[in-house]
C-alpha cells in the first residue's frame, strides 16, 4: 500500500483499520475539547482567569487541524474524481472541505494580525466537524436524497405557505392597525405575526385585539398545525422507504444470502467514459455481484 492510499484510509476509512478508528477518536476528542474551550472561553469570569489556558488550547489543537486539513488535501488524490490541480480544486469546494477551512480561518487570520467579530463567530463551524463522523454522513446523504427526490412537493408547499403567510398579513394588518397601531405598523411587523402564528410558535408580542383578527388568528393557527404536519409525514414516510432500501442492499438479490463484500468507489469504463459508482457490492455465495 502506497503512502497516499495510507493515509487515505486512515483519515476516510475507520471501519477498515484499527488504526485509523484511534485516529478519528482522537480527532474528535480535540474537536469536543476545542468546543468546550469556546463555549467556557465566552464566560467573561472565566475568560480573565483561564484565558491562558484557552490560549494554549487553541495553540495545540489548530495546527493539528490545519496538518489533517492538509492531509485530507493530499490524499483525496487517491479518488479519480479530485487528482491533479483542478481536482484539487473541487475537493477544496466540497461542502465538507469548506466546513474544515471556515474553522481554521479564524485562527490563521488571527495570526496574521486579522481580527473582527466576524472572523470570531467563524470559530462556531468547528461544531459542524463532528457531522464527519460516518454514521451521521449517512443520515445527511438521507435527508439530501429526500429532499431531492421531493423536491417537488417541498416546492409547492413552500409556495402556497408563502401566499398563505403574504395574503393574511394583508388581510391581518387592514383589521388591526386601527386598533393597535404601534403593534401591526406595517406590512413587514404583520408578516413576523403571520410566520410566529403558523408555525404555532405564538411569542406573545403580537396578538390581535379584534373580533375578526382573532378569527384570522384561529384560522391560521389551524392551518399551521396542516402545514407543519405535512413535511413531516413526507419526511417519515421517506425515511421508512429509505431504511428499507438499505436493508435490501445487505441481502442479495439473487440468493438472499448475506454474505456479501463490498468494494467503495468503483469506477467502470462505459462506450470510452469513466463513470464512478458508490460501491461494487458481490455475493460470497453465488458470485452474483451488481452495482450502487
Known amino acids: 500500500m502506497n503512502l497516499i492510499n495510507s493515509i487515505y484510509t486512515i483519515l476516510e476509512e475507520p471501519e477498515k483499520d484499527k488504526a485509523s478508528y484511534w485516529f478519528h477518536v482522537f480527532i474528535y476528542t480535540l474537536i ?4 468546550i474551550s469556546l463555549m467556557l472561553s465566552s464566560v467573561q469570569e472565566y475568560n480573565a482567569k483561564y484565558k491562558i489556558i484557552f490560549t494554549y488550547i487553541t495553540n495545540i489543537i489548530m495546527p493539528i487541524f490545519i496538518i489533517e486539513y492538509l492531509a485530507r488535501l493530499y490524499a483525496s488524490g487517491k479518488l479519480e474524481s479530485y487528482k491533479g490541480l483542478s481536482g484539487k480544486l473541487r475537493y477544496i469546494l466540497t461542502p465538507y472541505a469548506i466546513i474544515d477551512l471556515l474553522t481554521l480561518l479564524p485562527y490563521l487570520l488571527v495570526g ?9 463567530s467563524l470559530r462556531l463551524f468547528r461544531i459542524f466537524r463532528l457531522f464527519r463522523i460516518n454514521k ?12 431531492s427526490s421531493k423536491k417537488e412537493e417541498f416546492t409547492v408547499l413552500l409556495f402556497f405557505t408563502f401566499i398563505i403567510v403574504i395574503l393574511l398579513s394583508f388581510v391581518m394588518f387592514e383589521v388591526e392597525h386601527q386598533a393597535q397601531p404601534n403593534v401591526y405598523s406595517n406590512i413587514f411587523q404583520t408578516i413576523w405575526w403571520a410566520v410566529a402564528t403558523l408555525t404555532t410558535v405564538g411569542y406573545g408580542d403580537m396578538y390581535p385585539v379584534t373580533a375578526f383578527g382573532k378569527i384570522i388568528t384561529a384560522i391560521i393557527s389551524i392551518l399551521g398545525i396542516a402545514f407543519i ?5 413526507i419526511f417519515a414516510s421517506e425515511f421508512i422507504n429509505s431504511f428499507s432500501n438499505e436493508e435490501k442492499k445487505n441481502i442479495c438479490p439473487k440468493c438472499s444470502s448475506e454474505d456479501l463484500i463490498s468494494h467503495p468507489k468503483p469506477i467502470v469504463n462505459f462506450s470510452d467514459k469513466n463513470k464512478q459508482f458508490n460501491d461494487l457490492v458481490e455475493c460470497q455465495k453465488c458470485k452474483f455481484s451488481w452495482l450502487t
Open 32 to 35: 469536543i475539547i476545542s468546543i
Open 112 to 120: 496574521f494580525g486579522i481580527d473582527g467579530s466576524f472572523i470570531r
Open 136 to 147: 451521521y454522513r449517512k443520515f445527511i446523504k438521507q435527508m439530501q436524497n429526500i429532499i
Open 229 to 233: 404536519a405535512i413535511p413531516g409525514g
